[in-house]
T-cell receptor
Framework: GAVVSQHPSWVICKSGTSVKIECRSLDFQATTMFWYRQFPKQSLMLMATSNEGSKATYEQGVEKDKFLINHASLTLSTLTVTSAHPEDSSFYIC???????????FGSGTRLTVV | AQRVTQPEKLLSVFKGAPVELKCNYSYSGSPELFWYVQYSRQRLQLLLRHISRESIKGFTADLNKGETSFHLKKPFAQEEDSAMYYCASTAGGTSYGKLTFGQGTILTVHP
């Protein structure tokens, strides 16, 4: 089956530093990946759509300069939280959709804590 | 904009009882509807999608376009069904559309 690997699973960083989160499709090619943010006991909020070889499409209200997304290959998308602040602390989840399939496969998520 | 509503944040039932998790969507076209489940400390997993019309772990869901609903049902709940359930939709078709999630329902099945 389709597997999406997300790393790291958790990270603690100091305020002002940058953190990179990787999302890899292990056994399929993903031309499109999606990045979500989930606050405690709340639903998943789509942040951006990551397109291989082109710029990401951000949802309204998401700062593209703070949340840098790169989709350099068909199997890898990265989310970089730049100049992180405590309010960026959250659970970030990526997902990918295999061509021809109707389901989305999710990564295990990354718990980011900014201190 | 499409919207997915799950009116119940919490749902508790006893083992063996029927369970129904409600989901309503707002998109007026032909959306794709999904149910995802998230067990404790695990990633989201696809449970059902309306296109396949299959039954997974005893759960079924029927798309009712008249009521714009996609309720999840199981006739006899099991303790291992306790989890967070999300209803989600895309804008329809086979495009790589964005998933919109409902708020989620925490199902607890008591012994």
């Amino acid at each position: 089956g389709a597997v999406v690997s997300q790393h790291p699973s958790w990270v603690i960083c100091k305020s002002g530093t940058s953190v990179k989160i990787e999302c890899r499709s292990l056994d399929f090619q993903a031309t499109t990946m999606f990045w979500y943010r989930q606050f405690p006991k709340q639903s998943l909020m789509l942040m951006a759509t990551s397109n291989e070889g082109s710029k990401a499409t951000y949802e309204q209200g998401v700062e593209k300069d703070k949340f840098l997304i790169n989709h350099a290959s068909l199997t890898l998308s990265t989310l970089t939280v730049t100049s992180a602040h405590p309010e960026d602390s959250s659970f970030y989840i990526c997902s990918a959709r295999r061509q021809g399939d109707y389901g989305y496969t999710f990564g295990s998520g990354t718990r980011l804590t900014v201190v | 904009a499409q919207r997915v509503t799950q009116p119940e944040k919490l749902l508790s039932v006893f083992k063996g009882a029927p369970v129904e998790l409600k989901c309503n969507y707002s998109y007026s076209g032909s959306p794709e509807l999904f149910w995802y489940v998230q067990y404790s400390r695990q990633r989201l997993q696809l449970l059902l999608r309306h296109i396949s019309r299959e039954s997974i772990k005893g759960f079924t869901a029927d798309l009712n376009k008249g009521e714009t609903s996609f309720h999840l049902k199981k006739p006899f709940a099991q303790e291992e069904d306790s989890a967070m359930y999300y209803c989600a939709s895309t804008a329809g078709g086979t495009s790589y559309g964005k998933l919109t999630f409902g708020q989620g329902t925490i199902l607890t099945v008591h012994p």
